[in-house]
């Protein structure tokens, strides 16, 4: 069974700092495409950042330049460290994990946690 269980969420101040960590259960988190996603009320669901089967990361506009996403294999977590958040960024947030353990990335995340809330006050 896969399990990803989020945890780190909170209220945070505009300008602080909060880590998110997504630990996955039942794939080989090592070589897996994993990724986090956001949403907030009444918008649409985005990627935020992604990380491929060798470690490269990626970033759309919602999280480049403040969000860092990383991996500790030993651990099978999944990070988000989030500087300098601002009121926008106040979402619910969900890690999401591909299936299979080769090929490239497709962007296909059929594995999805139960989310934590980020609620950033300015």
């Known amino acids: 069974q896969v399990q990803l269980v989020e945890s780190g969420g909170g209220s945070v101040q505009a300008g602080g700092s909060l880590r998110l960590s997504c630990v996955v259960s039942?794939?080989?988190?090592?070589?897996?495409?994993v990724a986090w996603f956001r949403q907030a009320p009444g918008k649409e669901r985005e990627r935020v950042a992604d990380?491929?089967?060798?470690?490269?990361?990626s970033y759309t506009e919602s999280g480049k330049g403040r969000f860092t996403v990383s991996k500790d294999n030993a651990k099978n977590t999944l990070y988000l460290q989030m500087n300098s958040p601002r009121p926008e960024d106040t979402a619910m947030y969900y890690c999401?994990?591909?299936?299979?353990?080769?090929?490239?990335?497709?962007?296909?995340?059929?594995?999805w946690g139960q989310g934590t809330q980020v609620t950033v006050s300015s």
């Open positions: 999401a994990a591909e299936s299979g353990g080769w090929g490239i990335c497709t962007g296909q995340y059929v594995y």
């Open positions: 039942g794939i080989t988190f090592s070589r897996s495409c």
């Open positions: 990380i491929d089967r060798i470690g490269r990361s």
